[in-house]
C-alpha cells in the first residue's frame, strides 16, 4: 500500500508538471511495477487525459481531472436564455442518491461517484441546465469548492413531483489503511442550483476521507453538469 501510495503521489507531481506545459500525461501509466496494471488507482485518476475514459477495478468510469481553471461557483454564463423558466433552489428537494445507484466505497483507491437527486417540489415546471456550485465543509472547518469536469451540460427539464435531475461528484478517496496522504473529512455539502445564489447544506452521510487536492489544478474531486437522474 505504501508503495502505491508513493507512486500515486509521484504521478500526481508528474502529471501538474506535464500540464505547466500543454502535453499529455501518460507519465503516470508507465510504472512496469505489476500491481500499477489496476484501472482506475489514485493515479489514473488524476491524469490530465484528454478526455478518454478508462473502467476502475470495480466497473466505476474513471474520468479525467476537473478543468484547469474552471469555474467553481453556480453562475452558468452561457445558459442565461430562459432563467425565468429555471428551477429555484426553494423549489427543489435534495436526497444522496441518484442515476449511479448506491454509495460510493470510501474504502476504495480508485474514483468514486457520489449523487444528489434532485425533485421538483413546485406547481410548475422548471428546467436546469449548467454546472452547480459544490463546497466541501471539513469537520474541522475547512472548505473546498469543486471545480468543474470538461462535459457538456445538456437541459434538464422537471415536472412537478418529477425526480429525474442530479448533482453528480466524482471523488477520489484515500482507503483507511492508506498511510501518508492528506486527507480532506467531509462533513457537509454545499450546493447551489445553476444560476442561483441560494443553496442548501446536506451532511456528508458516506465517511470516510477524500484525497485533499484542494489547492490542486486538476484535482481528481470535482463536480459535472445536472444530469438525468
Not at 484515500?174 to 501518508?180: E, L
Request: a positive charge; proline letters at 6%.
Amino acid at each position: 500500500m505504501t508503495r502505491k501510495l508513493t507512486r500515486a503521489v509521484r504521478c500526481t507531481a508528474a502529471v501538474l508538471a506535464v500540464v505547466a506545459v500543454g502535453a499529455g500525461a501518460t507519465a503516470c501509466n508507465s510504472s512496469t511495477d505489476a500491481s500499477s496494471s489496476k484501472a482506475g488507482t489514485h493515479a489514473d485518476a488524476a491524469k490530465g487525459s484528454s478526455g478518454a475514459e478508462a473502467k476502475g477495478s470495480a466497473g466505476v468510469k474513471v474520468k479525467e481531472a476537473a478543468q484547469k481553471g474552471s469555474r467553481t461557483d453556480a453562475v452558468n454564463t452561457s445558459s442565461a436564455a430562459g432563467t425565468s423558466k429555471r428551477c429555484h433552489t426553494g423549489e427543489l428537494d435534495f436526497t444522496w442518491g441518484g442515476p449511479h445507484g448506491g454509495a460510493p466505497d470510501m474504502d476504495a483507491d480508485h474514483q468514486q461517484i457520489a449523487s444528489v437527486q434532485l425533485k421538483n417540489d413546485s406547481a410548475r415546471t422548471c428546467t436546469l441546465r449548467g454546472f452547480p456550485g459544490v463546497q466541501l465543509v471539513s469537520k474541522s472547518g475547512e472548505t473546498w469548492d469543486l471545480r468543474r469536469s470538461a462535459d457538456t451540460p445538456s437541459t434538464i427539464t422537471l415536472h412537478p413531483g418529477e425526480s429525474t435531475a442530479a448533482v453528480s461528484m466524482n471523488i477520489l478517496p484515500v482507503p483507511s489503511d492508506m498511510k501518508g496522504p492528506k486527507r480532506f473529512v467531509p462533513s457537509k455539502v454545499l450546493i447551489t442550483p445553476p444560476n442561483e445564489t441560494a443553496h442548501v447544506t446536506l451532511d456528508w452521510p458516506y465517511g470516510g476521507a477524500i484525497l485533499d487536492q484542494s489547492s490542486a489544478t486538476r484535482p481528481g474531486t470535482f463536480v459535472n453538469p445536472i444530469v438525468l437522474g
